[in-house]
């Protein structure tokens, strides 16, 4: 048991900063694999270069027992220095005509959408935070393992 959590643990350091290849990309664990509304995580990454375009994606995972083809949540992000929240609100197709999208193992698939069509430019340098909130009419969202945020720098 002990292993497995330092594997968890390892993964996630691995994966939860930001690296001179401009990645980023966190997840964050559902309790009881279930998603409610006030559950809103949290991601952070800072931005160096404001020359470049990133994509930025949703990450998600769930089980074969989630009801929706898809998923609407809404992305609050705070600009560095800045105290005003910008909101966008998404509809993330998940499936299509009863076949999930993404890629699956036994009854769990894993999905990384991407969120915004074209390159996104980050017009500060400084610390960037995005908050994740669900926007279902469904409380709590069941079947949700993790949801995730992945940005990155395009070459």
Same mark, same amino acid.
């Given at each position: 048991? =002990?292993? !497995?959590?330092?594997?968890?643990?390892?993964?996630?350091?691995?994966?939860?900063?930001?690296?001179?290849?401009?990645?980023?990309?966190?997840?964050?664990?559902?309790?009881?694999?279930?998603?409610?509304?006030?559950?809103?995580?949290?991601?952070?990454?800072?931005?160096?270069?404001? *020359?470049?375009?990133?994509?930025?994606?949703?990450?998600? #995972?769930?089980?074969?027992?989630?009801?929706?083809?898809?998923?609407?949540? $809404?992305? !609050?992000?705070?600009?560095?220095?800045?105290?005003?929240?910008?909101?966008? !609100?998404?509809?993330?197709?998940?499936? *299509?005509?009863?076949?999930? =999208?993404?890629?699956?193992?036994?009854? =769990?698939?894993?999905?990384?959408?991407?969120?915004?069509?074209?390159?996104?430019?980050?017009?500060? *340098?400084?610390?960037? *935070?995005? $908050? /994740?909130?669900?926007?279902? #009419?469904?409380?709590?969202?069941?079947? /949700?393992?993790?949801?995730?945020? !992945?940005?990155? $720098?395009?070459?």
């Amino acid at each position: 048991m =002990l292993i !497995r959590w330092i594997l968890i643990l390892s993964v996630s350091f691995f994966f939860s900063a930001c690296s001179e290849s401009g990645l980023y990309e966190k997840i964050h664990f559902m309790p009881d694999h279930a998603w409610s509304y006030a559950n809103q995580p949290e991601f952070s990454f800072e931005v160096k270069d404001t *020359t470049a375009n990133y994509q930025v994606y949703f990450i998600i #995972r769930h089980a074969d027992a989630y009801e929706y083809n898809n998923i609407w949540i $809404k992305l !609050r992000s705070k600009l560095p220095g800045e105290s005003v929240e910008r909101e966008d !609100r998404f509809d993330v197709p998940l499936a *299509t005509d009863n076949k999930w =999208l993404g890629s699956g193992m036994d009854d =769990l698939h894993d999905h990384r959408v991407l969120l915004y069509r074209e390159p996104v430019r980050f017009s500060k *340098t400084g610390l960037y *935070t995005i $908050k /994740i909130a669900h926007d279902m #009419r469904v409380e709590p969202l069941q079947y /949700i393992f993790n949801v995730g945020l !992945r940005v990155e $720098k395009v070459n």
